[in-house]
């Protein structure tokens, strides 16, 4: 392999990309006493409703931590057990991929150091990982000089990781000397008290009290000594004598103290992961620069010291090339043979960081998992980046019932519920992830093979759902996931399906049991009455006793253009439980966003007493007894990040209700937001609102651009769409009086006049239920800023393109769309 960057060396590199806070090789370092505890904002200066952010520290201050004091730490925790895994090597989607070999270690940047919100954002432009399948560790990739260097992780990745079976790391580094690191952090990193190590047991408090697993100890900072060396390891004996807590070691000081890149298991690191009779640390990620000979020496060693060869974690750097790094395949997964080690990667989430917007994000991340033909059987390519699922069997975590999944990313521009749209606006939040389907994407056909995919446009729980499309010839029969279900005398299988008129549904449930796992039993879902979401429950009595290992869905029929949607797909038994209701739920903090109009809050309530309960879901009460949803954790408390208030009211009713592992529900518990003073009058009601559209044309250029109240930021401070149908929407929140629309089109943001919006309509609605009425039609226009008198009242309000520029230009572009009140 060619010469490559240590690993924080790499990492700083990295930096412009995140668009983050300064990495440790950017800044000076901060004095630890300028960082709390918590490494954020003191309770003291910090407003009550604030965002709560992932923990962060130096050696030293994390030693003062305590959860009972850090009032965000309640917002940081994780609910959600490591869950575990089959994997049938009969299942396995690719003929050369090996089941119980290499494993898979994913090390990620998902946000900065600093400002990492606990629970997700308003901002769908996340990056929602969805191949868990093929991944054993993710850690939880961060640190800075500047910020601190211990890093843990936020609740929804650890969430959404053990939901699929995947261990979380947290990271601890201690970066090189020019880059901001200080060896004097190493010493009090490894301070003792009598026979005690404090940061350790810091380090352990923190991931069994946010239920995470573990740490990967990065040490690149030079000046060491063999003293030095022996206590970093002393400290890792110290905690795997004493507790389950996990170490990932990077491969970078040696047992002399100095700083060495082995890029191998060698005599001079192999005591920071087997010490004699010692477990020292439970992995270790090899440096990038490795080959060949080296891993096979890897290999030797680590057996003869009595560990297994797959503890060890080759590094690939795929930041700043991802599928286009060049990689010695062979050498670490030959084909035919038994894996040399498994196989480190460091920064994937470049398929995100690279994407011109989600569409592109995933086809690039399923290029690099499953690749170029977006099929994990089939990774047939003259590109040497073959996909991941060439070399690395699938696991699946569903081996337990119930399994319930709403095809939910985690991220959306909506969201629903039981199939009606209770939120506007774009969203991330992991911990809502539902397991994602094993295969992405394996059908078989003899004739032209249907096209599925995650769907935004559409969901019954979440922001997405299965899209099944294309042209229907032949049978179809799609493999979506490998499981372990035992199927007992009251079991059942139901989906929820959208079809575009009523009629037969040409679908069927298809499942194979543990005893002949590749040959399908089908189940006829017959036909819907109509174009809405319908359920459909299947009796599975008849295979009592059984185990079903696979879960998919066969098509059949004549269509040329077959389109069908999956909302939910469940295995349960008997009937749907409710768990009990939440109790005692209160604020424990609100602050103004604008006063006498929106307020963020912190809200905790006390866990179901009964029942198994998958989520707790937060909704706004409204006047005319619907309601909003605010979002949802597996947790005990909640940050909102916006509370509208509507009208004049002078308290909003706040719900909170838990959702079983069933998706039953219970009956809610409320408490009552007060406001005070008078709400803002007038002025554009539509400004930072949630606002959604038809596309974007990439990832700089979305809906919310359309409403942040400018025109100067450049050409990427607009919204752009080039889809077929195009269309900006923006919800106000409640019902308001509106006297006008502005429209500012493309040269009122510095475009040429020929991109200014020719032809194109605004209308209005109350509910999501009504239909869309015209307030203002356009057909002609050549301004770049348009000025629409209406006399009417709405909640939702919609631009509508019918002809983008004045030539042949596809692309829409708006830097503005105001709505005015009264």
């Not at 003899?446 to 042209?471: C, M, N, Q, V």
């Not at 020719?758 to 209308?763: V, Y």
């Not at 509910?767 to 226009?781: P, R």
């Amino acid at each position: 392999m060619s010469r490559r960057l240590p690993l924080l060396l790499s990492a700083a590199l990295g930096a412009a990309v995140l668009g983050a806070a300064p990495t440790a090789h950017a800044d000076a370092p901060a004095a630890p006493s300028a960082v709390t505890a918590a490494g954020a904002p003191s309770a003291a200066t910090a407003a009550p409703g604030n965002q709560p952010y992932a923990s962060y520290w130096y050696p030293n201050t994390i030693l003062n931590w305590d959860p009972a004091t850090d009032p965000d730490a309640r917002f940081n925790r994780s609910r959600v057990p490591l869950q575990p895994r089959t994997s049938d090597p009969a299942l396995k989607a690719n003929p050369n991929a090996r089941a119980g070999e290499g494993k898979v270690a994913s090390l990620v940047s998902f946000g900065p150091t600093s400002n990492n919100p606990s629970q997700g954002s308003a901002d769908p432009n996340y990056y929602a990982f969805g191949y868990w399948q093929y991944v054993d560790k993710l850690v939880f990739w961060g640190g800075s000089a500047g910020e601190g260097l211990i890093l843990a992780p936020n609740p929804t990745v650890i969430d959404a990781a053990h939901r699929n079976g995947v261990k979380v790391y947290g990271t601890v580094f201690f970066p090189p000397a020019a880059y901001g690191g200080q060896l004097q952090w190493v010493r009090d990193f490894v301070q003792k008290s009598g026979t005690r190590y404090p940061v350790a047991d810091k380090l352990t408090q923190a991931a069994q009290y946010y239920g995470f697993d573990g740490w990967f100890i990065n040490q690149e900072t030079g000046g060491g000594d063999p003293a030095l060396a022996g206590e970093v390891r002393n400290l890792m004996q110290y905690t795997k004598a004493q507790t389950g807590t996990e170490y990932m070691w990077y491969d970078a000081m040696t047992e002399s103290g100095s700083v060495s890149w082995q890029n191998a298991l060698t005599s001079a690191n192999d005591s920071f992961l087997q010490d004699g009779a010692k477990r020292t640390s439970d992995s270790m990620f090899l440096n990038f620069n490795w080959s060949a000979r080296g891993l096979d020496s890897s290999r030797s060693l680590a057996r003869g010291l009595g560990r297994s060869e797959y503890d060890l974690y080759s590094g690939i750097d795929t930041e700043s090339n991802g599928y286009n790094t060049g990689v010695d395949w062979n050498a670490l997964f030959p084909a035919g043979k038994a894996h040399t080690t498994s196989l480190g990667l460091y920064r994937p989430e470049w398929t995100w960081k690279s994407a011109t917007d989600r569409a592109d994000f995933y086809a690039k991340d399923s290029r690099y998992w499953v690749g170029a033909n977006n099929d994990p059987s089939n990774t047939t390519t003259s590109s040497s980046w073959k996909g991941l699922s060439t070399y690395i069997a699938e696991s699946s975590p569903i081996t337990a019932k119930p399994f319930v999944t709403n095809f939910s990313t985690g991220q959306g521009d909506f969201y629903n519920a039981n199939g009606s749209r209770v939120a506007t606006g774009g969203w991330n939040n992991l911990s809502v992830q539902d397991v994602p389907p094993t295969y992405r994407w394996l059908v078989s056909s003899a004739g032209t093979k249907l096209t599925p995919s995650i769907d935004f446009t559409d969901a019954y729980e979440g922001g997405s759902s299965l899209r099944l499309s294309g042209k229907l010839d032949a049978t179809n029969t799609v493999r979506l996931y490998q499981s372990k279900l035992p199927v007992a005398a009251d079991s059942k299988l139901s989906l929820v399906l959208k079809t575009p008129a009523a009629g037969a549904t040409g679908l069927k449930a298809a499942i194979s049991f543990a005893d002949a796992p590749s040959t399908f039993t089908t189940l006829d879902l017959g036909a819907n009455t109509g174009t809405g979401w319908e359920r459909h429950t299947l009796d599975l009595s008849a295979y009592a006793g059984r185990t079903i290992a696979q879960i998919g869905l066969q098509a059949e029929g004549s269509n040329p253009a077959y389109d069908l949607r999956i909302g939910q797909l469940a295995v349960y038994d008997g009937s749907v439980d409710a768990p009990a209701a939440p109790t005692g739920l209160s604020v424990l903090g609100a602050s103004d966003v604008v006063a006498g109009s929106s307020q963020s809050l912190r809200l905790s309530w006390t866990a179901s007493a009964s029942g198994s309960v998958h989520q707790y879901e937060l909704y706004r009460r409204n006047a005319d007894g619907s309601r909003g949803y605010l979002g949802a954790t597996p947790s005990d408390a909640y940050f909102v990040n916006k509370l509208e208030r509507a009208g004049t009211e002078s308290s909003t009713t706040v719900e909170v209700e838990a959702v079983s592992t069933e998706y039953g529900r219970s009956t809610a518990a409320t408490t009552t937001v007060s406001w005070t003073g008078t709400p803002p009058v007038g002025g554009n009601l539509a400004l930072n609102r949630p606002a959604t559209a038809s596309g974007q044309c990439n990832g700089n250029e979305t809906p919310a651009k359309a409403v942040n109240g400018t025109v100067n930021g450049g050409n990427s401070d607009k919204w752009c769409t080039t889809t077929s149908s195009k269309w900006l929407e923006v919800d106000l929140g409640s019902a308001q009086p509106l006297t006008k629309f502005v429209v500012k089109h493309a040269s009122a943001g510095g475009e040429s006049s020929a991109y200014n919006t020719r032809d194109f309509t605004i209308q209005v609605r109350n509910s999501t239920a009504d239909a869309w009425t015209t307030v203002a039609a356009v057909t002609g226009n050549i301004a770049g800023t348009t000025t629409h008198p209406v006399t009417t009242t709405a909640r939702y309000v919609r631009l509508s393109v019918t002809k983008p520029t004045q030539g042949s230009d596809p692309a829409a572009r708006i830097y503005e769309f105001e709505a005015w009140g009264a």
